[in-house]
């Protein structure tokens, strides 16, 4: 069965990191591109950036430039995706959901999407 | 970054009935060397991931019921669900994915009337 399977809910501290996982299952990561998307409790999408797990190579949003670092094992089939300086407002769900560069590279839709990890900020 | 804006915001419709929703960007998302909107709309149920319904803002994704369709190009753009059953309540997404950061639309939650 094809899937992203990410890991279980993290609560951190304000100021600390966390770094979310995303297992690619029945297929091979470095087929598709992996993107990230947050969404806060109650509202609605927001994309944080993409890795080539292929390449390594990243785009991330200028919002969270410097703060986001996106990174993969290919050995494992996992993405990462790495957030520091956390504050209440990174409270959210967070998701990994791939694309098929073979249709539009990395400036793509995303057909598959992980169960979502939910992260909570709090002191 | 583009701008991508949703209407409704909600909308209540009869079992059976046409559902419309509106998306618009402030910039077009047309690209003009293969003549394609990077435009995307996706389903997201209670307690789940976004769900990949329409690509190229007319292209349905493999499985999805044919009462679901995309149209528009530029700028404008409209998904219809032309049935509505039970089980399409849910928050309604466009995406562009023209130029990064990827952009999405406020949702529009449908429900039934």
């Known amino acids: 069965q094809v899937q992203l399977v990410q890991s279980g809910a993290e609560v951190k501290k304000p100021g600390a990191s966390v770094k979310v996982s995303c297992k690619a299952s029945?297929?091979?990561?470095?087929?598709?591109?992996i993107h990230w998307v947050r969404q806060a409790p109650g509202q609605g999408l927001e994309w944080m950036g993409w890795?080539?797990?292929?390449?390594?190579?990243?785009t991330y949003a200028q919002k969270f430039q410097g703060r986001v670092t996106m990174t993969r094992d290919t050995s494992i089939d996992t993405a990462y995706m790495e957030l520091s300086r956390l504050a209440s407002d990174d409270t959210a769900m967070y998701y990994c959901?791939?694309?098929?560069?073979?249709?539009?590279?990395?400036?793509?839709?995303?057909?598959?999407w992980g169960q979502g990890t939910l992260v909570t900020v709090s002191s | 970054d583009i701008v991508v804006t949703q209407s409704p915001d909600s909308l209540a419709v009869s079992l059976g009935e046409r559902a419309t929703i509106n998306c618009k960007s402030s910039?077009?998302?047309?690209?003009?060397?293969?003549?394609?909107?990077?435009l995307a709309w996706y389903q997201q149920k209670p307690g789940q991931p976004p769900k990949l319904l329409i690509y190229?803002?007319?292209t349905r994704e493999s499985g999805v019921p044919d009462r679901f369709s995309g149209s528009g190009s530029g700028t404008d753009f409209t998904l219809t669900i032309s049935r509505l059953q039970a089980e399409d309540v849910a928050v309604y997404y466009c995406?562009?994915?023209?130029?990064?950061?990827?952009?999405f639309g406020g949702g529009t939650k449908v429900g039934i009337k």
């Open positions: 959901a791939r694309s098929d560069p073979a249709d539009c590279g990395g400036d793509c839709y995303e057909d598959l």
């Open positions: 029945g297929y091979s990561l470095v087929a598709y591109y």
């Open positions: 890795i080539n797990p292929n390449s390594g190579i990243t």
């Open positions: 910039q077009s998302v047309l690209y003009n060397s293969n003549n394609k909107n990077y």
């Open positions: 190229w803002a007319s």
């Open positions: 995406q562009q994915y023209y130029s990064t950061p990827f952009t």
